[in-house]
């Protein structure tokens, strides 16, 4: 998994190359913050671009609206519910914020709603400490889209899943700069369907372990 989200640099790299409409930042500022007003498509469309950059093998085809993935492929995808999770988590302990269980330490974790941090929008990622995983931002600074569809879990146990099979809104997770340490626990989940941008939406990349 990606230790930061992917910057403004990164996707407007990809905009340029592929003569896309670059994202706006409603003037958070752009460089190495991580790029908001992306839908669910678009973090998609860059993880396949990102991948021809590397030489790396298609995890996603796309026709239409309709997306399929190559689970067995080395490229570039977003993370699976389970995984964002489970990375949040610190490899899957009992932390109620990417980094801390304390409230008291969420400042130094995650750029929040509370105006004491020193970023009133977005941060440059990596501003922040990274929890024990090396990961930074995954509490805070922009929602971050998932591969899964949203929906109710499984009542039964299950090893890495991969979500419901099909529904009409995508899952987000980690909250963001907007709101407050409630929102920011590792496990609350949000979901917006796949076309839909908003100013406090990004993304971090993910690739199967090999």
């Known amino acids: 998994m990606g230790r930061h989200e992917v910057t403004f640099e990164e996707y407007d790299a990809f905009c340029d190359a592929t003569k896309r409409e670059k994202a706006g930042d409603v003037g958070f500022g752009r460089g190495k913050r991580p790029v908001i007003n992306v839908s669910w498509e678009d973090a998609v469309a860059y993880c396949n671009w990102r991948r021809e950059q590397e030489n790396l093998q298609k995890v996603y085809t796309i026709s239409g609206t309709t997306v399929t993935a190559n689970w067995s492929a080395n490229g570039y995808r977003l993370p699976t519910e389970a995984e964002w999770e489970y990375g949040a988590r610190s490899r899957g302990k009992k932390e109620k914020w990417a980094g801390t269980s304390e409230e008291s330490k969420l400042m130094s974790y995650a750029n929040s709603s509370n105006d004491k941090d020193g970023h009133e929008y977005t941060s440059p990622v990596g501003s922040f400490r990274a929890n024990a995983l090396g990961l930074y931002d995954m509490s805070g600074n922009v929602w971050e889209w998932c591969w899964d569809w949203y929906g109710t879990y499984s009542s039964g146990a299950q090893t890495d899943p991969r979500g419901s099979s099909s529904g009409s809104d995508w899952v987000l997770r980690g909250g963001s700069w907007s709101f407050g340490p409630a929102s920011l626990r590792c496990a609350l989940r949000s ?11 990004g993304f971090r990349l993910s690739r199967a372990a090999r």
């Open 191 to 201: 979901y917006l369907t796949p076309g839909f941008r908003r100013n406090d939406s």
